[in-house]
Nanobody
C-alpha cells in the first residue's frame, strides 16, 4: 500500500488548508485511516482517524472543533480539512493506515506501532 499526501503549505494564523491522502488501491475497503503530525523536537502524535467499518471519527483535543476528517472510497482518498489554524499546528503531517481489526486498540493506545503504512508527509507551516 502506498500513501501520498498533498495540500500542505504555508498559511497565516486563522487560515485554512485541506490535506489529501491518496491510496494506491482500494485500501479504504480494508483499513482504517488516521492523520498524525510531528512538530520539530516533538514525538509524532495522532490527531484524527476514521473507522473503515462505520465511518466513525475521533479527534485529539488539540484539533477538535477545527479539523475534519473525511474519506472518498470511490477516489481512494482521505482528507483533513483544517480551519482556524494556529502557529502550534506547524508540523509535518502524515496519513497512515491501521488494520480495522486493531482499530479499537488503536483508539485506546493511539500508538504509531499499530500503523501498517505511512505516507511521506507534507509540511504545514502556520505563521503568526
Amino acid at each position: 500500500v502506498q500513501l501520498v499526501e498533498s495540500g500542505g503549505g504555508m498559511v497565516q494564523a486563522g487560515g485554512s488548508l485541506t490535506l489529501s491522502c491518496t491510496f494506491s488501491r482500494s485500501t479504504l475497503d480494508y483499513y482504517a485511516t488516521a492523520w498524525f503530525r510531528q512538530a520539530p523536537g516533538k514525538e509524532r502524535e495522532v490527531i484524527s482517524g476514521i473507522s473503515r467499518s462505520d465511518g466513525s471519527t475521533f479527534y485529539s483535543d488539540s484539533v477538535k472543533g477545527r479539523f475534519t476528517i473525511s474519506r472518498d472510497h470511490g477516489k481512494n482518498m482521505v482528507y483533513l480539512q483544517m480551519n482556524s489554524l494556529k502557529p502550534e499546528d506547524t508540523a509535518v503531517y502524515y496519513c497512515a493506515t491501521i488494520r480495522q481489526s486493531t482499530w479499537y486498540q488503536f483508539l485506546t493506545e493511539k500508538s504509531p506501532t499499530l500503523v501498517t503504512s505511512w505516507g511521506q508527509g507534507t509540511q504545514v507551516t502556520v505563521s503568526s
